[in-house]
């Protein structure tokens, strides 16, 4: 017997939690850490796109707002952090990149980060109740796919 389950995560976690999300997106993307800091602005006359990670509510007594990691590539910034809403936004900025270009990286970038929160807390979620994933392959369309069977 088999089954096919597609997860849509909502996101309600610490800083901490979404952080590891975003550094595992970045990763696999091939970006690096630019920094980590608190209030200080991209640079001014760079193109911006700001979007909102897709159903994300950074929800904690620990979260603190303000907070940002910037990571980078090719001249590319893209600052993940939380707005005053306590939600998670993605800016992607860089000197001579197009507004749809940029636009298109953020939403790539916030989608891997939803990606990567959904996967940890899937495996976690996994191990406390016994399974064990038995396969697990990443598609062209970078989706995973995983095959799991109950401990024994």
């Not at 979620?125 to 095959?147: C, F, H, N, P, W």
Request: charged share 25%; with cysteine; aromatic share 4%.
């Amino acid at each position: 017997m088999s089954s096919v389950i597609v997860l849509t995560p909502i996101i309600i976690a610490s800083w901490p939690a979404v952080a590891s999300a975003v550094l595992g997106a970045a990763g696999s993307m091939g970006f690096t850490i630019a920094a980590a800091e608190r209030g200080k602005e991209l640079p001014a006359g760079d193109a911006r796109v700001e979007t909102e990670v897709p159903n994300s509510e950074v929800l904690a007594e620990t979260l603190s707002r303000g907070e940002k990691i910037r990571i980078a590539k090719d001249g590319v910034i893209i600052e993940i952090g939380v707005d005053d809403r306590g939600r998670c936004t993605v800016c992607a900025s860089g000197r001579g990149k197009s507004k749809p270009e940029l636009k298109r990286l953020g939403e790539e970038c916030s989608g891997r980060i939803v990606q990567q929160f959904a996967y940890h807390k899937l495996v976690t979620e996994l191990k406390t109740r016994g399974y064990q994933i038995a396969e697990e392959s990443v598609q062209k369309d970078q989706s995973i796919q995983m095959r799991v069977r109950l401990g024994r």
